[in-house]
């Protein structure tokens, strides 16, 4: 199938700065590219992958990279590099606060919707959640062997891998499975998914996290949250009342 060609005047997105850094990295061919946003950027990034072979065309055309042909054998093959002009934009766009996160959640969408399903429907997306977080554990688990057997590919950039690693592992991750598992709870306990008695507790906890997380006055801002997180985790195990 052909592809579209790039349009020049199109200006920058995320995808496109997230590409420029890889290239920041090392130099890439669009394969070896698509392999390390599997690695690293699939997490929190995944749309690159749709844009693989436009975003480095795009990234030439405004001069932030350039193209070199290689051969491997008599098959040919683009290799890309990231030019200055494109390391100082990078720069530049590194410096600007990111925005917020943005959740695109299949699952978590027909959880949010189940009442217009059944209980057995809803369970299912619930254990499916469940399962793709023990999946992303397992995955994890083989790359920070990796990490701390070999250094991984880039050993030089073992302390920010940490700072993803501490994010999408121990939070983000923990906290999928963590949910899963008290939501399953949960539901197992309804007769059906309408007219089901809430559980005011969940509001009830969530007011005191939140508010114990803005309490300025706090001696230790750290200190209360993780109490009040503790305690939340602990009830939660229990049926409410």
């Not at 995320?14 to 599997?38: D, K, R």
């Not at 299912?124 to 250094?151: F, K, M, P, S």
Request: proline residues 6%.
């Amino acid at each position: 199938m052909a592809r579209r060609p790039v349009d020049h005047g199109k200006q920058l997105t995320t995808t496109s700065y997230a590409i420029l850094g890889l290239l920041a990295i090392g130099e890439w061919t669009t394969y070896e590219l698509a392999q390390q946003m599997q690695r690293s950027l699939r997490n929190f990034w995944p749309r690159a992958e749709r844009r693989i072979y436009d975003e480095p065309k795009l990234l030439v055309a405004h001069g932030l990279a350039h193209a070199r042909t290689e051969h491997t054998g008599r098959r040919p093959r683009t290799v890309y590099a990231i030019t200055p002009k494109g390391r100082a934009v990078l720069r530049a766009w590194l410096a600007q606060p990111g925005a917020g996160p943005s959740l695109e959640f299949e699952a978590l969408l027909k959880v949010f919707l189940a009442d217009h399903g059944d209980k057995q429907a809803l369970l299912a997306n619930i254990r499916g959640i469940q399962a793709w977080a023990e999946q992303e554990h397992r995955r994890g688990i083989q790359l920070v062997r990796d990490y701390l057997q070999t250094g991984g590919p880039f050993p030089d950039r073992l302390h920010i891998i940490a700072l993803m690693v501490r994010f999408l592992g121990f939070e983000w991750g923990a906290a999928v499975h963590r949910w899963a598992t008290w939501a399953e709870q949960e539901v197992e306990r309804w007769p059906h998914v309408r007219d089901v008695e809430p559980n005011r507790g969940v509001f009830e906890d969530y007011l005191r996290l939140a508010e114990a997380q803005l309490q300025e006055e706090a001696p230790d801002p750290g200190a209360i949250p993780w109490r009040v997180r503790r305690e939340v985790e602990d009830r939660e195990v229990r049926p409410h009342e």
